[in-house]
């Protein structure tokens, strides 16, 4: 085959290779669960920190959140797994200790507890 007959063939694969590549990438950029708390803008001198691109460039389950001009990795409100059933009166602490479960550390979420109160708790998954 002559040479200039290649070229097109390999300009032409060449191109379907790299828009394949693209296509991959791009369905990669999953969102993580649940919903990002409402942040304040970091004072960082007027100047936009930009921590993170979307949510698999944050480790965990931490979620790329908005704040100001700015993008930060934070915990999401909605944290997975279920609060755990409260059937009988658990002996706790009897006075709100998160109000969403952002404010809970690692993976714990903001639960009812056997008080009639909120306190953070290992979730059922």
Same mark, same amino acid.
Request: aromatic residues 0%.
């Given at each position: ?6 070229? #097109?063939? /390999?300009?032409?694969?060449? &191109? !379907? &290779?790299?828009? &394949?590549? %693209?296509?991959?990438?791009? !369905? ?9 708390? =409402? %942040? ?5 001198? !007027?100047?936009?920190? %930009? ?9 965990? +389950?931490?979620?790329?959140? #908005? /704040?100001?001009?700015?993008? %930060?990795?934070?915990? #999401? +409100?909605?944290? #997975? @797994?279920? *609060?755990?059933?409260?059937?009988? $009166?658990? &002996? @706790?602490?009897? =006075? ?8 809970? $550390? ?7 507890? !056997? *008080? ?10």
């Amino acid at each position: 085959m002559p040479a200039s007959r290649l070229v #097109p063939r /390999a300009t032409a694969l060449l &191109l !379907g &290779l790299l828009l &394949l590549g %693209l296509s991959t990438t791009t !369905g990669q950029e999953a969102e993580k669960t649940g919903v990002c708390p =409402e %942040l304040q803008a970091p004072q960082a001198d !007027g100047n936009c920190i %930009l921590d993170c691109h979307s949510d698999n460039d944050c480790a965990d +389950n931490r979620k790329c959140c #908005p /704040a100001g001009c700015s993008t %930060l990795c934070s915990m #999401p +409100n909605e944290k #997975p @797994g279920t *609060c755990p059933s409260v059937d009988l $009166p658990q &002996l @706790g602490i009897c =006075e709100d200790q998160c109000q969403m479960d952002s404010q809970c $550390p690692g993976l714990m979420k903001c639960c009812r507890n !056997g *008080c009639g109160k909120v306190s953070c708790v290992t979730p059922n998954f």
